[in-house]
Each structure stands twice: as C-alpha cells, then as structure tokens.
C-alpha cells in the first residue's frame, strides 16, 4: 500500500476547504432545477437526470462554464461542488474577470487543482481559490480531469460560500469550542468531539484547513499541533504527514513534512520563521494526511506562539518531537527537520551574541576527518543516519558516506558557523578534546588528525604543528566576527598518555599565550583527562607533579600565570590530586549517576552489554545527587559538569551506554537543577556541557537534522542573562 501524497494534493493542499459552522451561500446552482445557463466544451451536450447535471467526459480537456455572475471577491470563499464520479483525477477550478486574452479571460494563473475521487455516492469537494488578487469574478469554469480515460460526472449543486466572518482570525485554535470555521477535504465534515473535532480520513489523502488567518512567523515563530491520530498500519508507527503554510495573495504554499506517531495522542512544533520560501503573513494553515492512511484522527489544538508548546510532565511524551524506529531501539527526534546548510555557499548571519552570567562551556570533539575511520561519518552515515549535522560541505568529495554529505572539523567554514551558533545561544567557552602523541625517541609530536579543527579550523593555521599564530580571528579583534574563550583537555588516555619532551611549551606557546585562552581566577584552564595515567605513565606521583610543575614554571616564565589544573577522571579526594598538583576535579559526561538496567544484544558473533538508564525518572535526580556529594567534597574547585544525552548503541561497544527519553526539555530541567546546586552551593558560576558533536556516541548540542536547535535553545533558554 502505498503511503505518499498524490502529487496533485501536494499542489493543492493548502486551498482545500471543509465544512464551515454556518457557511454563508453568495451563489448556489442546485442542478434540481435544470442546467440554469451552464455551458459546455463537450462535444456531448449537458444534460439533467435525476436532479443531477450529467457530464459525459470523453477523457479530453473538457469543462463547463458558469452564466454570468458578478462575485466581490474575498480570501475566505470557497468553491463546492457535490458530485459523484466513475474516476479518480484532479479537476481544476478557473475564473475570469474579464474576456481579454487567447483564452477569453481564463488562464492557469487563475485556477485551482482539486482532487476528485471515484464514488458511487455524492460527495462534497470544496478548494478556496484565492482568488482576491481580482476585485470581481465574472465568470467560473470547472474542468473534468484530464487524461483519465472517458468518464460520467454526475453534478448535484456548485455552490460558492463565505464564512461567518470575513476578517482574518489568529492562528490560536482550540478545537474542544468547536470546528472553529475549519474545513475537510476531498469529502465529509469535521465532527465535534469531545476535546477535539475529528476527521475520518480518506484512502486518498485528506486535509484539514483552517480559515483566514493573520500570522507573522516573526512574531510568532512556533506552529504546536496537539492531535491524536489512528493506529495505522504505516511503516515505522509513523504517519506520513504535511503542515502547509499559505503566504497571502497567490504565492506559492510552503509545504513542510511532518511525521505523526500513529495510534496516540501527540504533540508537535514546527517553527516556521527560518522556513526557504515563506515571505510575509501567512494566510491559511493545512495539515494534510497522506494517502493510504484512513481511520479517525482528532485535532485538539493548533496554535501560533513565541515558543514551542511547553511539557508540563517530563515523563509525557516530549512536545516537537517523534520517535525514530529503526533496527534497534527508537531515538526521539523532531517531528520536522530543519534544512540543511552549505558551507561551501553559505556563510553565518551576523552573530547576536546572547550574554550570560556563567561561564558556559561546551565540549568540542574534533576528530572529523577523513582518517576517522573507526566511529566517523561513515559509522554514522550506515549505523545511525539520522543523526546528520545541519553543516555540509558540497565540495568536500572524500566527506561522503552513504550517500550523505558531511563535513571536515578543520574547515575553517565550519567553525564560523560553530561559533556563530554558540555565541547566539550563550555559549561562551570551547573546551577542546586535544591528543597529543610521543614519538620512538621520547619527544611531543601535535600529529594525530583530531588536532587539525584546533590548530588550523579555529587558530588559523595552515597545518597542524605549524609556529604559533600571534592572535586568532576569534580573539575579538576581528570585524564582525564574535569573540569566543576557549581552552584545552590534555587528553592522556591509552595511545595519546605520554608525556614527550617539549608537551608543556607546547601546550602554553600554542594555546595558552592566545589572548582569548580561558582564565580561572585570573589562572589559565587546562583540564587533564585521568590522573591515574599521568602517574602510571611517568611512574609514580612524585614524577607526575614534577611533570605538572614543569609545565607551571614554564607558563610563569611566558607571563601566562600559573594554570589552574582540573582533572576528569581518577580523583579519589582532595589530598590525593593535591598530592599531584591538581587544583580541582570536573567531569566529561556522567553514565548511570541514578541507576539503570543491563540489556544483552547480538552485534555480529559477539554478545554486547547495553545499559539503559531513563532520562527524567534517573539521569536528572542522579545528576542532582551527585553534584552535592562533589560540591561538598570538593567545594568550589568543583566545576559542575552535565550530561545532555548519551545513547552508544551504534557504536558496537562491548558496554554501551544509553540514556532514553533525553529530549531538550529535560535538558532545560537539568540545567535548572545545576544552577540551583550552584548557588546552594556557593560554587563557581561554571557549567560544562558533553558535547558539543559526540555523533556515534549520541552526544551533541550541535544543531542536527534529529534535533534541529532544540537543545542550544534550551541552553539559551536557562543560560541566558537574567535567566
């Protein structure tokens, strides 16, 4: 069975129409009473039987005309013709306000497609034609499908209507009052229900369109739909779906996909401001169903805001969202993609920097080149292919997997766009994942691939290892181009847990003497990843806090001050990192803080361990708990670490850690819980977020075709200045 929508309904959808509370009649012709004037193109002429008009199509361009009428038009009339059809086509509605032209007045500009489906029995098709860029009709002409094969029309009335009101009403409708003047289309009427109105859709497709209405996407940029849909039989539990938004006057519609989950009541924001092809007020809203789905859907609300329609309950099913079914376990993800961005043709807008009162740090995982073979994009692209980043780079040919394009970390492009949206949602630190290496003779070496976004992306550079640059575009003296701080992880575990002759004078010449290098107190950041293989490295603790005293002293010596040093993992107490000259601890991501349950799975021959833990009802109240066992430990030299999500399922890892109904909401509800452990606290305004593109292991803020902006809205949202 077949789950698309018919191409003429595509063209159409957002000028059919159903049935009005008190539709006003400006013209009726009721065929009871004879052909009353109407004409044909039809060698065969018209004829009345059984109070019907009856149209004998021979399968050519045939239509019958109206007798001379004189309509003042208006945007919220419709054309309805109650008819019954031995074919399914599309038929199209033409009018005329005058006889001038090849045509005698009519052309394709001033028409409207509608669907017509076979039906022994009369039904109601209705299409508002927009016809009010004409200040008067003269005539309307309605063609028989086209290229159907011959065919019998039976015509029972063509009526024009108006609606109770002819002014434009907001986008702001709550169906438990009523149809609220809302419209169904091919055939039926919408019926009040209680806390709703609902539609029996059609094998065919059906929509369902709203009145005239006055909405600016500018100021209202969010469209919320709360609708309950039937249990169909779709591929994926998923209903294929539209939202089509109608510019004023005769431009083109905008059709955005929309996926419904089938047999639930659901909630979905669409935001419609950055939408390709939307320019001005929209003046009508559909949501069409696709063909193939029948059964009883019901509209409960659908509002035009400032924001996405809130959730209450974070163990409710999360607002502008849907579930993702795939081979293994299902993922939340937008209801409505938001499209894809070339950096090889699109630069940022100019940044509007949103302040805040933290220090807001994100996670940077930079390893996304070409040599990124093992957990990269091509991982990505065949294991979990809905996880793709809004950037891409149409001329990058080796980024290219699966038949999705990608982009390299080290495109300079990239991280313009990268620093634009942080610095837009309050976002003011970059912590960067930076490896270093030790060659056979015991020396540093900047080599490993993932240093390059660093070095060369946000540094400017030409390649890795190059002199250091005196300054960076992204210090704050370059034009147009926003400031960000930025700092580094020495990331020392297995393969980069040398300490190489040279590391330290690296580390402060390269990145700690940049002028937008992060301080602490006045003391340059440099976050180490484990203690406990910085001294099985070295040998022992003595030689550990010799090779962190070393890198002290030399950053003294360049006048940088001495570094203020947290660790991630391995601290046991603060004598113990004391002992090693660490000032404070942090975290990268927190697993299984509030519990979790152990699933095996089959991967290949090998049996991995899954462990779940679930979002709302664990990772947040775990979180909680154990910030205030760190805070009251280590005091302010803990620096509060979050964990937006984690799902490592496409990974392939013996032990995969996977957080469920993580949605943006949840996050906002973490990042409330985190201030207020901080300000009870009395600990540093600092909070870091993991990560930022963490993209196997189902980690990242960055904006995505699974989660749009969301979760940067959500940091906003919180983060902000006076939030």
């Known amino acids: 069975m077949s789950y698309s929508l018919p191409v003429c309904l595509a063209l159409t959808l957002a000028v059919a129409t159903a049935v009005v509370s008190e539709p006003i009649t400006l013209k ?137 009101s002819g002014k434009p009403v907001p ?5 438990a009052k009523g149809t609220q003047d ?4 091919p055939t039926g009427a919408l019926a009040v229900t209680r806390g709703g109105v609902r539609a029996a859709l059609s094998a065919t497709g059906t929509q369902i369109v709203s009145p005239i209405v006055d909405l600016d996407p500018a100021a209202t940029p969010w469209v919320s739909l709360d609708v309950t849909t039937p249990a169909a039989l779709v591929p994926d539990g998923r209903i294929p779906a539209t939202l089509v938004l109608s510019p004023e006057g005769r431009a083109k519609p905008v059709i955005v996909p929309v996926y419904l989950a089938a047999g639930r009541r659901g909630s979905y924001s669409v935001r419609i401001d950055r939408l390709p092809g939307l320019k001005g007020h929209v003046q009508s809203i559909s949501l ?30 999360a607002t502008g969202l849907e579930m993702q079914t795939q081979a293994w376990r299902r993922e939340y993800r937008l209801a409505v993609a938001p499209q894809r961005i070339d950096v090889a043709t699109q630069a940022p807008p100019e940044t509007k920097p949103v302040s805040s009162d933290y220090t807001v740090a994100m996670w940077y995982f930079a390893a996304w080149e070409p040599e990124y073979t093992w957990d990269g994009w091509g991982q990505v692209g065949e294991r979990s292919p809905w996880r793709i980043p809004l950037l891409y780079d149409s001329t990058d040919a080796q980024m290219r997997y699966n038949g999705i394009q990608f982009y390299r970390a080290s495109n300079q492009r990239v991280l313009d766009w990268h620093v634009h949206w942080m610095c837009e949602h309050a976002i003011n630190l970059m912590l960067w994942d930076w490896y270093p290496q030790e060659d056979n003779a015991g020396n540093f070496t900047p080599g490993f691939f993932g240093n390059r976004a660093l070095e060369i992306g946000f540094l400017g550079k030409q390649k890795l290892g190059d002199p250091p640059v005196a300054t960076n575009r992204f210090a704050g003296g370059t034009p147009g181009v926003p400031r960000m701080d930025f700092a580094v992880m020495w990331t020392n575990h297995a393969g980069h847990n040398g300490v190489g002759r040279g590391l330290a004078e690296y580390i402060v010449d390269q990145f700690m003497l940049q002028p937008n290098y992060y301080k602490m107190d006045g003391r340059p950041l440099l976050i180490l990843w484990s203690v406990d293989d910085l001294v099985n490295d070295v040998g022992g603790v003595a030689k550990a806090k010799a090779a962190l005293d070393h890198l002290r002293d ?40 509030g519990g979790s349950r152990q699933e095996p799975r089959r991967v290949g021959d090998r049996t991995v361990q899954d462990y779940l833990e679930d979002f709302p009802t664990q990772t947040i109240p775990g979180h909680t708990k154990l910030w205030a066992k760190l805070a009251d430990t280590y005091g302010r030299d803990y620096l509060l670490a979050t964990s937006p999500m984690q799902d490592w399922e496409p990974t392939f890892r013996d032990g995969n850690y996977i957080m469920q109904r993580n949605t943006p909401d949840a996050y906002r509800e973490m990042l409330r819980r985190a201030k207020a452990t901080i300000e009870q606290k009395g600990l540093r305004k600092f909070i870091n977020m993991e990560a930022w593109n963490e993209w196997l292991e189902g980690s990242y803020m960055e904006p995505s075709t699974q989660w749009g902006y969301e979760y940067l809205e959500a940091v906003k949202d919180v983060m902000g200045s006076g939030k």
Not at 171 to 175: E, S, T, V
Not at 292 to 316: C, W, Y
């Open 554 to 593: 030399y950053a003294k010596q360049r006048g940088v001050g001495d570094p203020y040093i947290a660790v991630v993992n391995g601290a046991r107490s603060p004598a113990q990192i004391k002992a090693v000259g660490i000032d404070g601890i942090t975290g990268y991501n927190y697993c299984l803080t």
């Open 28 to 164: 009726e012709w009721d065929f009871h009473n004879g052909i009353q004037g109407w004409t044909t193109n039809n060698p065969k002429p018209l004829r009345i039987e059984d109070g019907a008009l009856v149209v004998d199509f021979p399968g050519t361009d045939v239509g019958i005309f109206s007798p001379d009428i004189d309509l003042k038009t208006a945007p919220n009339q419709v054309a309805e013709v109650r008819l019954k059809s031995t074919m399914t086509g599309t038929a199209e509605w033409f009018w005329r306000s005058d006889t001038k032209g090849p045509y005698g007045g009519y052309s394709g500009e001033a028409s409207e497609r509608v669907l017509i489906a076979e039906s022994a029995d009369f039904q109601t098709i209705r299409a508002r034609p927009a016809w009010q860029d004409r200040a008067q009709i003269i005539n309307i002409r309605f063609d028989m499908p086209e290229n159907e094969g011959p065919g019998v029309y039976r015509i029972a009335s063509i009526r024009i209507l108006g609606t109770t």
């Open 171 to 175: 986008a702001d409708f709550d169906f």
């Open 288 to 317: 069409g169903i696709a063909a193939g789905v029948t059964g009883d859907l019901v509209l409960h609300s659908l509002r035009a805001a400032k924001e996405p329609a809130p959730v209450s309950d974070l163990n409710a099913p």
């Open 182 to 185: 809302w419209w169904l289309q």
